[in-house]
């Protein structure tokens, strides 16, 4: 056989089906309710911010685990919001997105063999993340409407090889907020077993319903035991800016921090100083930014019940998952398809998000983080 070709870890996974359908949703100039990025601008005093610092002239490598300044506003952040204490010299790393600070963390921290738990439906990346690490997943199901889990599968899923749990909340892309009794019951596992959480809360500013935000680094006996994952993508609407971070202690941190060197070098300079900028908005940004997504997240669940389409309102994230078992389609990614091609709306197909793609048969996910009138014209496209 030649050998020009891809390695067998590449070849054990497909391009992504998320950034798939927004190339069809632009072939097809089709509304593009598929993958998660806003339509509308970033705040002006962080794109000004941006500006200045490359007038400024921060334009060169920066420190590999990122600018000083960026890091102290991070741990400020992480201090102001949930009371948790967090060392900027030792205990952050500054990626290229949450995207980056999830395979430098399962890289340098998993061993070829290692168990993780991660719960399904879950955020697809995690599935290539896993083989390029060369991690063992066991899945956990979150069972729709809310989206809980079984207590009993839980306490299965965890051996004495699992290494790491993975975990995604707010959730994408179920909206499912985890509470703290789950939180607790995690915690209590990952003590028992001595293993690790791996945790993206890039939506962690996105919750409705006055459901709350817990990182799980906060729940006692997590303190040393989690890598909290988060980025500017999705609360200041900078997902092109690529940058993010990972949160965890020295021993675990020194392990992120050698693959981030080796895998990028360090995040954008000139965006890592506007996040300083960002992370320093004042309250009400954040009250602003979650009354507008509350507004669309209405808005697209009346547009989705008026034509069939069958979906419980997410409590976080920027995300509807729907049911379309009633509307005679053969399946989530035909369904899919015939939007985007037909009507002109782009969804994402539920398979992507399941390791059995007969799971994710029967549902369609919509993002709404789109401006209203998008929506609205998804909308008149999908009553047509
Ligand atoms: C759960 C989750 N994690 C990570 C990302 C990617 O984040 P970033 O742009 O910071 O790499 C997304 C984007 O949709 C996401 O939904």
Request: net charge negative; glycine share 8%.
């Amino acid at each position: 056989m030649s050998r020009l070709q891809p390695s067998l870890k590449a070849s054990s996974f497909t391009e992504s089906v998320i950034r798939e359908m927004t190339r069809l949703a632009n072939l097809h100039g089709a509304v593009n309710l598929g993958q998660g990025f806003p339509d509308f601008p970033a705040p002006d005093e962080v794109k000004e911010a941006a500006r200045r610092a490359i007038a400024e002239d921060h334009n060169q490598y920066p420190i590999t685990w990122g600018v000083p300044a960026f890091r102290e506003a991070i741990a400020t952040h992480y201090d102001r919001w949930y009371g948790m204490r967090v060392d900027p010299e030792r205990e952050v790393c500054v990626t290229c997105g949450s995207t980056e600070a999830m395979i430098a963390a399962m890289l340098g921290l998993l061993d070829p063999g290692d168990e993780i738990v991660v719960f399904e439906p879950f955020y697809e990346n995690y599935g290539p993340d896993a083989i390029l690490s060369g991690a063992v997943p066991r899945m956990v199901t979150l069972h729709p409407p809310d989206w809980t889990f079984d207590e009993a599968e839980l306490r299965e899923a965890f051996t004495d090889r699992t290494r790491a749990i993975v975990l995604n909340s707010p959730n994408n892309p179920t909206g499912k907020v985890f509470t703290r009794e789950e939180l607790s019951l995690i915690a209590e596992l990952c003590v028992r077993h001595d293993a690790i959480a791996i945790t993206d809360e890039i939506y962690e500013r996105l919750t409705y319903d006055g459901a709350v935000h817990i990182p799980v680094a906060t729940i006692p006996g997590m303190e040393d035991r989690t890598v909290t994952i988060s980025a500017l993508s999705k609360t200041y609407s900078v997902t092109g800016w690529r940058v993010g971070w990972a949160i965890a202690a020295p021993l675990l941190m020194d392990g992120i921090r050698v693959v981030h060197d080796f895998l990028t070098v360090a995040a954008p300079a000139p965006f890592q100083v506007a996040g300083v900028a960002a992370l320093a908005l004042p309250e009400g940004y954040y009250a602003e930014v979650v009354r507008e997504y509350d507004e669309r997240r209405g808005l697209l669940m009346k547009i989705l019940a008026g034509v069939g389409f069958e979906a419980a309102p997410p409590h976080g994230a920027y995300y509807v998952m729907a049911d379309i078992s009633r509307l005679g389609f053969a399946d989530d990614v035909a369904a899919a398809h015939d939007l985007v091609e037909r009507v002109g709306v782009a969804a994402v197909p539920g398979s992507s998000f399941f390791t059995d793609p007969a799971n994710g048969a029967h549902l369609l996910r919509f993002a709404f983080c789109k401006k209203l009138e998008t929506l609205e014209a998804a909308g008149e496209r999908l009553r047509r």
